[in-house]
């Protein structure tokens, strides 16, 4: 029998996250003896109905120590972040009033003719739905205010930027305001050429990633908690999540995954991208794991109306998810969008050979198709407003053709809204019976 014996960490079970053991282990290659104080950021959940004296005593702990920190508050029962050394990890990890400590990892935007071509357009002539006062949320890098989105009226009706603390709405990278097209930009500056399938639709941008494209856990769940508090300020029905990180464990342990569908049982639907590690299985990342969300892959439309030679992106993310369930939940149009640009934003010095008559971008990736289906969303809820994101998402389903050979289809936005105006018909028949 061996009398080896393992490190601290790997002895801690659940109290630490694969994600935060795996980061203490190349933190100890660098200082075997945890001498030094640098920090690492982390997620602290409480246990559940812990004494406040227990909480603040742990609190005490940790401030006791230099470079340890916790408390800021996230907007979420029990849980806090801050930064804490191994050393103060190592200490405080079995403390009564720990239930687990998180590494708050980095998460990033999710980049590597589509309204036409998924029926969008014909929904806003034919049947005049336009997304209008529909609130849908941008959780990304921020919104520009581009000639597109306030021209004809300013539909950016809320800002929130959890990075500067600006009060202004800007985007210093340009991820966020093409997705803001990708879902509802109206084609002012190209005579309706390059449309968004919701054009009246409300922007609330909400900044949780820098310059870079980079963010934090903690700092997305911030985002999703005001989006929360603050639903019914704006009409919020809609979050749109063009970001992720890998998925290191369950859906119902990891914390961005459950502040998603917090947002989801409190009424909001909630559209994430799967992530671009395609074409490998088992590679949607997070929040996109979870069950309850619409998890959006990406397809290829090929610049053609027809969707008949059409297929999954290449870099699209594939399922299962780490909890072994089918993702992801439909398909829309991801690859070589054409859609907002934020001038002088990362993005447009990074890749300027991709603008396109100065005012317009092209991208791709996951992150465009997750804001497409967000604005197919939107006109569903201005159809039917009484649907419930779970009404939503099985009508996308029910409605979308299988194609690729996957297990869901290819976003229909005509037949989406149809049946989500038919859904209001048999409400009201229902209830006029009683």
Known sequence: MSSRKRVWYDEAGRKLDPGLVEELRYKRKKDPYETDDENIPVIVYFAKSMERSKVDDLIKTCHQEANNKIGNDLGM???VC?????????????????????????????????????????????????GKDVGIAIIDTGIFPHDDLTKQANRIVAFKDFINDNKEAYDDN?????????????GYQSDGKYTGPAPEASLIGVKVLDQNGSGRLSTIIKGISWCIQHKEDYNIRVISLSLGAEAYESYRDDPLAQAAQEAWHQGIVVCAAAGNDG??????STPAIDPFIITVGSAVDQNTESRSDDEIADYS???????????PDIYAPGTDIISLLAPDSELEK????QIIDDYYLQLSGTSMATPICAGVVALMLEANPALSPNDVKSIL????????????????????????QNYAHNQLEVSEAK
């Open 174 to 186: 340009g991820h966020g305001t093409h997705c803001a097209g990708d879902a509802a930009g109206d």
């Open 350 to 353: 990074q890749v300027p050979e």
């Open 397 to 420: 389903q029910t409605t979308a053709p299988p194609m690729f050979d996957d297990h869901w289809g290819y976003i229909e936005a005509k037949n989406a809204v149809a049946m989500a």
């Open 77 to 79: 029962d029990n849980t």
């Open 317 to 327: 993310s594939r399922g299962p998810t780490i909890d072994s369930l089918i993702k």
């Open 82 to 130: 801050g930064h804490l050394t191994p050393k103060m990890i190592r200490k405080i990890k079995d403390h009564e009033a720990i239930d687990r400590i998180f590494y708050d990892r980095q998460v990033t935007a999710l980049l590597d003719i589509a309204t036409e071509q998924i029926g969008a357009i014909n929904v806003q002539e034919q049947s005049g739905f336009t």
């Open 279 to 284: 074409p490998k299985p088992m590679t949607i």
